[in-house]
């Protein structure tokens, strides 16, 4: 089981950046996938969830309204992140993981997941 993360690099605070991950090695439209971001000193943390379906998404707050999770409707092996409006604060690893479907409540939980991705930087100047 593979996840390959991609499309992170350096912007201007303001700019835009979008992440895509491809999976491969299970029946990934059986299972949902999410993103999470460890900056510099912190935590590993939750940025955005989506079912396998597609049709519900779940955001950390501080990420609402900015960032868009989706799911490729023709091989939903693929996920996306667009990034808009990014904040020096928003400068982190980005990782995408897979887990078997669980509560929605859940989604926001790493110990949910069970594949990660090698994850892909994401650094934004301010």
């Known amino acids: 089981v593979q996840l390959q993360a991609c499309g992170g690099g350096l912007v201007q605070a303001g700019g835009s950046l979008r992440l895509s991950c491809a999976a491969s090695?299970?029946?990934?439209?059986?299972?949902?996938m999410g993103w999470f971001r460890q900056g510099p000193g912190k935590e590993r943390e939750f940025v955005a969830a989506?079912?396998?379906?597609?049709?519900?998404?779940?955001y950390e707050d501080s990420v609402k309204g900015r960032f868009t999770i989706s799911r490729d409707n023709a091989n939903k092996n693929i996920i996306y992140l667009q990034m808009n409006s990014l904040k020096p604060d928003d400068t982190a690893v980005y990782y995408c993981?897979?887990?078997?479907?669980?509560?929605?409540?859940?989604?926001?939980?790493?110990?949910?997941?069970?594949?990660w991705g090698q994850g892909t930087q994401v650094t934004v100047s301010s």
């Open positions: 993981a897979s887990t078997p479907r669980v509560a929605l409540s859940s989604l926001a939980m790493l110990s949910s997941y069970d594949y």
């Open positions: 989506i079912r396998w379906s597609g049709g519900t998404t779940l």
């Open positions: 090695g299970r029946t990934f439209r059986d299972y949902d």
